[in-house]
């Protein structure tokens, strides 16, 4: 089965090794993921809150590139949650609001583009690999049971909430990743914060603010014993993995708590080598975690992946003079 497949920006660069980890499954799969030609950054957050029209045509060029792309297949799939949301938020406007798709499309047109709504429907890989894919087959597909290792699910607050058609049936207490966890062999424990935010791009903002939401997921994770947590989103993963170090500095904590993505699990529960699911790339060491069960986990150094830059470069859009409806 082939799917159109939108990479975003952090799996070809901080969160390389969940793209490792995909690809890395997708034979086992037995699914292609055909990614995107000349996709373009969908915005992350805060862009759609300032410049409304700019930010839904920013998003909606990969929509229009992607149903140039379709071939047997009008599935687009995305693994970073905030990708996801804004693909899917910006198909839906499209679809439901006229004056807003003539805008955009308005926009899409001064670079030669067009996208019209509802030829791509938009998923995120959790929803296809649990919906599409089942449990029971990838029940059948572990050969390396991970028995003995206790794992929180951990969903972040963007990638469920999204969720018009109720794939993921509770957004509020939603079991897929748990369902995806025991398929391995693994314990899924209950970890109570598993919907929570993991402060975003707060970081930047107040740090302050961040370490603490942090802090209170790390030390729930810990209470309730898990080795590990696992996740669906390179910036929940990135921010748990990155700034424990620096949580456990300013409370005087020291928390050594792996973050790894579920396709990660996965990978080990099909069989496959730690490094070539890019386990050792994160900062928080999974070693000691997988050594209970007999996984060896090296440390790698990550390889950011680059596009080479198109030779004509990029349009750089012109901001208005007045500040109005146009944003």
Avoid at 55 to 64: C, D, F, G
Avoid at 86 to 106: H, P
Avoid at 198 to 214: K, N, R, T, Y
Wanted: charged content about 20%; glycine content about 6%.
């Amino acid at each position: 089965m082939k799917y159109l497949f939108y990479p975003g920006c952090s799996l070809h660069s901080t969160s390389g090794a969940y793209l490792d980890s995909l690809r890395a499954i997708e034979e086992k799969l037995a699914v292609e993921f055909e990614e995107v030609g000349d996709w373009n950054c969908c915005g992350a957050n805060e862009y759609l809150s300032l410049h409304r029209i700019p930010s839904y045509a920013l998003v909606a060029r990969n929509l229009a590139l992607a149903e140039q792309q379709v071939n047997g297949t009008r599935t687009l799939v995305a693994a970073c949650s905030a990708c996801y949301l804004n693909l899917a938020k910006t198909e839906k406007y499209m679809r439901t609001d006229r004056a807003l798709d003539a805008r955009i499309n308005d926009a899409l047109a001064a670079g030669g583009m067009h996208y019209t709504p509802g030829s791509v429907q938009v998923r995120h890989i959790l929803d296809l690999i649990y919906n599409d894919l089942g449990v029971c087959k990838l029940k059948k597909l572990v050969s390396r049971p991970l028995e003995g290792l206790k794992v929180a699910a951990y969903y972040g607050c963007m990638v469920i909430r999204p969720d018009p058609d109720k794939r993921l049936r509770d957004p509020e207490n939603p079991t897929a990743l748990e369902e995806l966890i025991q398929a391995t062999g693994a314990e899924a424990i209950d970890f109570p914060l598993r919907t929570h935010c993991c402060s975003g791009h707060m970081p930047q903002i107040d740090a302050q603010v961040s370490f603490e939401l942090i802090r209170n997921l790390v030390a729930a994770a810990v209470k309730c014993g898990a080795d590990l947590l696992v996740t669906t989103c390179p910036l929940c993963q990135l921010n748990i993995d990155a700034y424990q170090d620096q949580v456990n500095k300013e409370y005087g904590m020291d928390y050594q708590m792996p973050i790894l993505f579920f396709t990660q699990l996965l990978g080990l529960a099909f069989g496959l080598d730690a490094r070539d699911l890019g386990i050792g790339k994160e900062i928080v060491s999974a070693a000691p975690a997988l050594a209970k069960i007999g996984v060896k986990a090296e440390p790698v150094t990550p390889e950011l992946r680059k596009r080479p830059p198109k030779a004509e470069g990029l349009p750089m859009p012109a901001m208005p003079k007045a500040f109005g409806d146009d944003l």
